[in-house]
C-alpha cells in the first residue's frame, strides 16, 4: 500500500531458493513490487516465500518480481497499491438541519467508490475531482443541532473528522415583545430559531444595527433599540448567508 503501514504477502510458484546464508552463499532471495525491493523477503519452500510490501510510488497495479539464483520470475500486475482514503479539511463547518448545505472536503485517496457519511448519514450529490483530493457534496439533513462527525469509507478503510460540522436550527424570526416602545434605549425580546450558531447572529431593526443584549437560548434573543427611530419598523435577523425579516414588526414612539 501506498501509507506507511506495510503488509506481509505469500508468493507462490516453482524453484523459489533461499536468500544467501553461511550455508549457501550462492543463493540469492529478492523481492520487488513496482521496482521497489521488500526488505524482507522470507524463503518457506521451494513453492512459497513471504514477502513485506514496501511503500508503492503511486496507486494502482504493479508487478511482482522474483529474483533467485536460478532465474527471475515475473507476475504483471500482481498486487495492486491503493491509497487509503483521508480526510483533512472541511469548509464550511456548520450547516441548517434542514440539510443542503454545500460542503467541501479535501484529503488523498478520495475515488468514485467512497461514500461519506455526515453525523451517520449519506451525503447527497458527491463529487470527486480528477486527482481525489478533493470532494463537494450536500449534507443530509439532521434530526436535532449538534456537532456531528464527518467520516469517509472505501474499500480499504475509513477516515474520520470528528465532531467536525456543526448542525445549527434553520433560522426563522416569528415575533417580538414588546412591539411597541419608547426611543430611549428599550429592550425587546425576538422569538424564532437558530440565533446561537456558529456565525454569530445580527439584528437591525429599522435598518440601524440593534446590539445584542442578551441570548438567552436558540430560539430567543434581546437586542436594544437603536435610537432615533420612529413609527413601524423591520427587524431583519442574519445568520451567515441566511437573512429572515419581521416587517412593520416594531413600532417606536419618539422621544
Known amino acids: 500500500p501506498i501509507q506507511e503501514n506495510t503488509r506481509r504477502v505469500l508468493l507462490s510458484g516453482r524453484g523459489f531458493t533461499p ?8 543463493c540469492n532471495l529478492q523481492v520487488f513490487f513496482g521496482g521497489v525491493e521488500s526488505a524482507a523477503p522470507l524463503f518457506l519452500n521451494e513453492l ?7 511503500p508503492c510510488a503511486a496507486a494502482g497495479p504493479v508487478e ?11 507476475l504483471e500486475g500482481g498486487f495492486t497499491c491503493f491509497s ?4 483533512e479539511t472541511l469548509a464550511p463547518a456548520s450547516g441548517s438541519t434542514e440539510g443542503g448545505t454545500s460542503v467541501t472536503v479535501t484529503g488523498q485517496g478520495f475515488t468514485s467508490t467512497m461514500i461519506v457519511l455526515v453525523g451517520g448519514r449519506q451525503v447527497v450529490g458527491l463529487a470527486i475531482n480528477a486527482e481525489g483530493t478533493s470532494a463537494t457534496f450536500l449534507t443530509p439533513p439532521a434530526a436535532s443541532p449538534g ?6 469509507v472505501d474499500t480499504f478503510g475509513r477516515s474520520a473528522l470528528e465532531l467536525a460540522f456543526t448542525y445549527e436550527s ?10 411597541v416602545v419608547d426611543d430611549n434605549g428599550a429592550v425587546v425580546e425576538l422569538s424564532g ?3 446561537d450558531g456558529m456565525s454569530p447572529s445580527t439584528v437591525t431593526i429599522g435598518g440601524l444595527p440593534a446590539a445584542q443584549d442578551n441570548l438567552i437560548s436558540d430560539a430567543r434573543l434581546r437586542v436594544v ?9 423591520d427587524i431583519i435577523v442574519t445568520r451567515g448567508a441566511a437573512t429572515v425579516t419581521l416587517a412593520d414588526a416594531l413600532v417606536v414612539r419618539p422621544a
Open 64 to 74: 511482482v518480481r522474483v529474483v533467485t539464483a536460478i532465474g527471475i520470475g515475473l
Open 19 to 26: 536468500e544467501a546464508s553461511d550455508g549457501c552463499p550462492d
Open 48 to 54: 512459497n516465500i513471504s514477502a513485506e510490501v514496501p
Open 193 to 195: 430559531s437558530g440565533f
Open 225 to 233: 433599540v437603536p435610537s432615533g427611530l420612529a413609527g413601524a419598523q
Open 84 to 87: 487509503p482514503v483521508t480526510l
Open 147 to 152: 456537532r456531528v462527525d464527518v467520516v469517509g
Open 170 to 179: 434553520p433560522l426563522a424570526l416569528s415575533g417580538v415583545a414588546p412591539n
